[in-house]
């Protein structure tokens, strides 16, 4: 099984859930790609892969900006090669996980519901079975915002992801990866 864990982070949290993915894949006995991404020019082969996960935090309801335009560049790239189809055909062996890091501050997990959508839309066009939504509480990193995590809807958020959110997230990519495994 080939595993991609692709994502971007501006401020370190999704990062850290990136290398939870990274290290519980190889603990598991499978190897995988960790990228980070980095512009919109690199051109990951992600037909190649069983199994991605691919994440970002959250700005302004958003995947971050490097992330949305890869995803826009791959979009036309695979439309073009005549991968992406009306009715977006089935790839019985191609899975993803979608995954967002957030601060929640306005709207709580609401706010971070459009970005996880909008990343699992290139994958559903390609004709992937998205397994996995995952929403993982991140603190406001910059100065300007620090103050935003205490007292929004979701509460005191400083330290998160904390350890306790990134081993719930270790669990889950062990079911993840069995369940696609067992296919
Ligand atoms: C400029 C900025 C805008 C943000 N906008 C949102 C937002 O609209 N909704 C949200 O839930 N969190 C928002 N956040 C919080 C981030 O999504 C959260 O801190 C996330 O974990 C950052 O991920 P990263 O460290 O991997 O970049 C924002 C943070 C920053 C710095």
């Known amino acids: ?36 991404i980095l512009s919109k020019d690199m051109s990951p082969d992600i037909l190649d892969y069983d199994l991605i996960f691919v994440g970002s935090g959250v700005y302004g309801q958003l995947p971050g900006k490097k992330l949305m335009d890869l ?16 009715a977006s055909p089935r790839r019985p062996s191609s899975h993803v996980v979608v995954y967002c890091t957030y601060g929640g501050v306005h709207t709580g997990m609401n706010e971070a519901i459009p970005a996880v959508k909008y990343m ?13 939504e995952w929403y993982v509480v991140g ?23 904390n350890q306790a959110d990134l081993e719930e997230v270790a669990e889950k990519v062990k079911g993840v990866i069995q369940s696609v495994d067992e296919k």
């Open 1 to 36: 099984m080939k595993v991609l864990n692709l994502y971007f982070s501006s401020t370190g949290n999704t990062e850290k859930v990136a290398k939870t993915i990274d290290e519980t894949t190889r603990e598991l006995g499978y190897p995988v790609d960790t990228v980070k």
């Open 71 to 86: 995803h826009g560049a791959l979009l036309q790239r695979f439309v073009k090669a005549g991968e992406i189809k009306p």
């Open 139 to 161: 603190q406001y990193m910059t100065k300007k915002l620090k103050s935003h995590s205490v007292g929004g809807r979701l509460g005191d958020i400083r330290g998160r992801p």
């Open 120 to 132: 699992g839309q290139l994958f559903d066009h390609l004709g992937f079975t998205i397994i996995g």
